[in-house]
């Protein structure tokens, strides 16, 4: 057990963030997560809710007050528009005595990411997770309500990752020495197909799905219908279609920082049953 350190997560109410605060916690650490609106924030009462935006910086200030840990996110607004205020925050971040910082890479280019890169005052880590296991709740609806997946790209590989696995990582590097300076690519521990999670999902329901696969063409109807931006379509269609070979090769990251073994899907669609459940 290290020294209780103080951390301030950014990106709290996020799948991910959500995570790093909840593994802080478990490793006896005092957190504060930050929110633009504290009144709709949810956390355990042992967390301190600060508001701030990380597109105003200089919001930070207070919440940076008396930390020795970072972790941030690359994006600030609808549909993860990326972060034009990296340098200052990481100005104000030193300026408050942080030591060490992790960033959830965005899969993008981040002036963010880049300023955090070229800060040899912090130990920096940049967490490089593949597709989260939390993205399965998109398809809770068609589970839930006609018993359907409905999916394009059916047989692609995908290493995806616990997204509590993400915070653990991220707790660690945070709190301990050893992972300054390092990019830690974080996947689960086997590789599935769409097919492979829609059954992991069927049997943590007790109940069959069906898979449905759709062409490329149907795919772009859906995720339009759906209210996606073209951008985002074409980051998915990318993704899905020809998914590259780091979204599709298992790496032992999570063990070789935790300690333990990354968790399962099975084990992911365990703990989630009810979301799925008619
Ligand atoms: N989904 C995947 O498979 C996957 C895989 C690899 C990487 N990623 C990356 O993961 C990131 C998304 O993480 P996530 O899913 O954990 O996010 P998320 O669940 O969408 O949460 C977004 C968080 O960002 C905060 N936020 C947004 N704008 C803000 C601002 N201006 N100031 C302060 N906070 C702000 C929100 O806080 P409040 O609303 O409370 O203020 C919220 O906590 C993206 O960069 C994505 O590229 C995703």
Redesign the pocket.
């Known amino acids: 057990m290290t020294e209780t350190q103080n951390i301030l997560v950014?990106?709290?109410?996020?799948?991910?963030?959500?995570q790093v605060v909840t593994e802080l916690l478990a490793r006896g650490h005092r957190v504060r997560a930050?929110?633009?609106?504290a009144a709709?924030?949810d956390f355990p009462a042992d967390v301190e809710v600060v508001e701030?935006?990380?597109?105003?910086p200089d919001s930070l200030i207070p919440a940076l007050e008396g930390v020795t840990g970072l972790h941030l996110?690359?994006?600030?607004?609808a549909y993860?528009a990326p972060?034009e205020t990296g340098p200052r925050i990481l100005e104000l971040a030193r300026a408050a005595g942080v030591r060490r910082v992790t960033v959830?890479?965005?899969?993008?280019p981040s002036r963010l990411e880049d300023a955090v890169r070229a800060d040899d005052g912090v130990d920096w880590t940049v967490l490089?997770?593949?597709?989260?296991m939390?993205?399965a709740l998109e398809w809770s609806d068609g589970i839930v309500n006609r018993g359907e997946v409905k999916e394009p790209f059916v047989s692609r590989l995908s290493a995806?990752?616990h997204?509590g696995d993400i915070g653990a990582v991220a707790a660690v590097a945070l709190t301990e020495e050893g992972h300054g300076s390092q990019e830690y690519v974080i996947t689960g521990p086997e590789l599935l197909t769409v097919g492979d999670k829609v059954a992991a999902l069927a049997a943590a329901r007790g109940q069959e799905i069906a898979l449905i696969e759709l062409t490329e063409e149907q795919a772009v109807e859906q995720w339009r219908a759906a209210g996606r931006p073209e951008d985002v379509i074409g980051f998915l269609l990318e993704a899905y279609g020809n998914t590259p070979e780091i979204g599709r090769t298992v790496v032992d990251t999570v063990e070789k920082v935790t300690g333990r073994p990354a968790r399962t899907f099975a084990q992911w669609s365990a703990e989630h049953a009810e979301a799925f459940k008619g």
């Open positions: 950014t990106g709290a109410t996020g799948t991910v963030g959500l930050l929110t633009r609106d709709k924030a701030g935006d990380l597109t105003y996110i690359t994006f600030g607004g993860f972060l959830l890479h965005g899969g993008g490089m997770p593949v597709e989260f939390a993205n995806m990752v997204e």
